[in-house]
């Protein structure tokens, strides 16, 4: 198995698995209007991605 960083080349499963995470991310951020996205990567995989939406109140 080659080194992905000196070779430049990256597996086949492990490029689907970051389009697969890209597009839940991109996912999150077209469904967020106010508010913030926490991305957590475990052992070179992204595991979880938390999504904290803020509400504005306006008080007049």
């Known amino acids: 198995m080659t080194d992905e960083s000196t070779s430049g080349r990256v597996a086949p499963d492990k490029r689907r698995q970051i389009e697969e995470s890209l597009a839940s991310i991109r996912e999150a ?32």
């Open 29 to 60: 951020l077209l469904n967020l209007r106010y508010g913030s996205i926490a991305i957590t990567v475990h052992e070179d995989r992204v595991v979880q991605i938390d999504v904290t939406e803020k509400t504005r109140l306006r008080h007049n």
